[in-house]
């Protein structure tokens, strides 16, 4: 089995919701009830919006189409946890977070990817706030009406 490349420190978040005050939430397989909204670092050479669509598709089985992904044009940095930095070039400590989101029919069929997710869960916005482990997922959600479209 070939190791995997590290990651790259620029990663995406996207919060899915329903357009009437609820969000949808993961849970993480690797670190039970801690859940959070669609994750996940940039590839070589791809942009975030390109990132964001595709994190989204592999971790619900939801394929947004063209205009369906907000981009907020923000970004958060923060302090990668020290227990996760070994997927991360030596020395890296800090992660740019670009900010999304995406209105989708709470009826979408979702399929979590069962090797970085275990459950998934409709919630309403300040219950997703309180529930989710990170802080700039829990700013996201909590700035969500700034974003709706």
Same mark, same amino acid.
């Not at 997927?87 to 890296?92: F, M, Q, T």
């Not at 670009?98 to 970085?116: D, G, K, V």
């Given at each position: 089995?070939?190791?995997?490349?590290?990651?790259?420190?620029?990663?995406? &978040? @996207?919060?899915?919701?329903?357009? /009437?005050? /609820? @969000?949808?939430?993961?849970? #993480?397989?690797?670190?039970?009830?801690?859940?959070?909204?669609?994750?996940?670092?940039? *590839?070589?050479? $791809?942009?975030? $919006?390109?990132?964001?669509?595709? $994190?989204?598709? $592999?971790? !619900?089985?939801?394929?947004?189409?063209?205009?369906? &992904?907000? /981009?907020?044009?923000?970004?958060?940095?923060?302090?990668?946890?020290? +227990? =996760? #930095?070994?997927?991360?070039?030596?020395?890296?400590? +800090?992660? !740019? *977070?670009?900010?999304?989101?995406?209105?989708? /029919?709470?009826?979408?069929?979702?399929?979590?990817?069962?090797?970085?997710?275990?459950?998934?869960? =409709?919630?309403?916005?300040?219950?997703?706030?309180?529930?989710?482990?990170?802080?700039?997922?829990?700013?996201?959600?909590?700035?969500?009406?700034? +974003?709706?479209?």
């Amino acid at each position: 089995m070939t190791a995997k490349p590290p990651k790259i420190p620029v990663s995406v &978040l @996207v919060v899915l919701h329903d357009g /009437n005050g /609820n @969000v949808l939430l993961i849970e #993480r397989a690797d670190c039970k009830n801690f859940w959070q909204s669609v994750t996940g670092s940039l *590839e070589p050479n $791809e942009t975030p $919006e390109a990132a964001a669509k595709r $994190e989204v598709s $592999e971790e !619900t089985g939801i394929y947004l189409s063209d205009g369906q &992904l907000c /981009n907020w044009h923000e970004s958060t940095e923060y302090e990668i946890y020290p +227990h =996760w #930095r070994h997927r991360y070039p030596a020395g890296v400590t +800090h992660n !740019t *977070e670009h900010i999304f989101s995406a209105r989708i /029919n709470r009826q979408t069929p979702i399929t979590i990817c069962l090797s970085e997710h275990t459950a998934y869960a =409709w919630l309403p916005l300040a219950e997703a706030a309180e529930k989710v482990f990170s802080p700039s997922n829990r700013s996201a959600i909590l700035n969500l009406h700034k +974003h709706l479209f």
